[in-house]
């Protein structure tokens, strides 16, 4: 039976399981929470389970040219489970989707289960043009220290902090509403710095913010190369272009390791190495390590590489 319910879709596997009384997973949780996002979104016209492009997007908002999916860890991760279901992850699958929505104008949110809704809301709230807005011209620049740096990002970015060299922020009336950071390059040598992390105080937008202190950081540190990645998870990469970088690349999807958990938050591990108790054969594959010891594999759908040259 394993065999013939992964070659079939998905209702029909339900449908035959519901026949030969054949249990799987509970999902209830996962669906409540799909819920809860639909549920959340402040607009009349918005579809749950849309497939007019004749694939599934989780929630669509046709007004926004937006959809959001909410991606199941187990369900879209690979590892050792003996459920077959769990196994067969394609790595491309979330970049797949987003690129075919991409060619109908659609951009997608993918949501990881166990990540911040608040912070997603937010987010999808910006593009739906519903947060609270302050204007750049009405605010001043001020360069940030490390700490105060960490704190804003860790509650307000996606991907949290990263360490930097150039800390910039806006101040809206002595309160910290925005971050941009620089650092030398960690992948790309050839440039100069590397822009690493821009965001907004969660639930505002900052009109002007991006280009205020890209403007500023461009006439002090006067750069003569700068290089900067896009997580196609959340970004189409178009404040690029208003700051006048150039698309240069787009990589292959990015993968992180994690340990399913009863727990809300799960750890995303980068490098096997950074795990003090693995247990580590070296006659196997990497992978195969990391599911013998109970890991899983979830792939995003990579990054848009983009290239600022200062030619003067």
């Known amino acids: 039976f394993d065999e013939f319910f992964n070659i079939i879709n998905r209702t029909t596997s339900l449908r035959y399981k519901k026949i030969f009384n054949i249990s799987e997973p509970n999902k209830s949780n996962y669906l409540k929470t799909q819920q809860y996002i639909f549920d ?5 016209n918005k579809i749950f389970n849309d497939r007019h492009l004749g694939l599934e997007l989780d929630i669509y908002l046709p007004d ?13 991760s690979e590892g050792n489970s003996k459920y077959n279901m769990f196994n067969n992850t394609e790595k491309s699958y979330h970049l797949k989707k987003t690129e075919l929505c991409l060619k109908n104008n659609i951009q ?3 949501i990881f289960e166990g990540e911040e809704l608040d912070l997603w809301l937010s987010m999808i709230n910006t593009k739906l043009n519903l947060n609270k807005k ?7 620049i001020k360069e940030l220290k490390s700490q105060e740096t960490k704190e804003f990002l860790d509650y307000n970015h996606i991907q949290g902090y990263i360490s930097s060299k150039v800390n910039l922020g806006l101040y809206y009336e002595d309160e910290l509403v925005s971050v941009m950071t620089f650092s030398k390059p960690r992948f790309n040598k050839n440039y100069e710095y590397e822009l690493i992390r821009f965001c907004s105080k969660r639930n505002t937008s900052v009109i002007g913010g991006a280009s205020k202190l890209w403007k500023y950081f461009v ?3 006067n750069p003569k190369s700068v290089i ?17 970088f150039e698309l240069i690349e787009k990589t292959e999807p990015n993968y992180f390791y994690f340990k399913p958990s009863k727990k809300k938050n799960f750890e995303k591990i980068y490098n096997y190495k950074s795990i003090k108790d693995l247990n580590f054969d070296k006659n196997i594959s990497i992978d195969e390590n990391m599911y013998n010891n109970e890991y899983r594999k979830l792939f995003d759908c990579g990054n848009l590489v983009f290239s600022y040259k200062n030619d003067k």
């Open 228 to 244: 900067s990645y896009a997580n196609r998870r959340f970004s189409n990469g178009e404040i690029y272009s208003k700051l006048g």
């Open 108 to 110: 997608v949110f993918h």
């Open 134 to 140: 302050i204007y750049a011209r009405k605010c001043k």
């Open 40 to 44: 959340s979104i402040d607009t009349e």
């Open 64 to 76: 926004y040219n937006l959809a959001i999916e909410y991606d199941g860890l187990m369900f879209h």
């Open 219 to 221: 006439t002090k540190y």
